[in-house]
């Protein structure tokens, strides 16, 4: 079965290894997968598109 991969920048990267392990991970996959869910979970409760679009701006990833 087809794996999407995600690459990252080597500095970026270093950050997260060390983040996940503070934090006591199993690795930075894990990390890495946990924090993806979490911030999924929080966008999906959005109940209509308006919403999500106002999450998005109060994160600063729209203007």
């Known amino acids: ?14 950050r997260i290894e060390r983040v996940a392990a503070a934090a006591g ?14 911030e999924l979970a929080r966008l999906e409760d959005a109940g209509s ?3 999500l679009i106002e999450k998005l701006k109060g994160l600063g990833y729209l203007e």
């Open 1 to 14: 079965m087809f794996q999407p991969t995600i690459k990252f920048e080597k500095d970026f990267w270093a």
């Open 25 to 38: 991970y199993s690795s930075p996959r894990e990390f890495v997968l946990h924090v993806l869910e979490k």
């Open 49 to 51: 598109k308006e919403e």
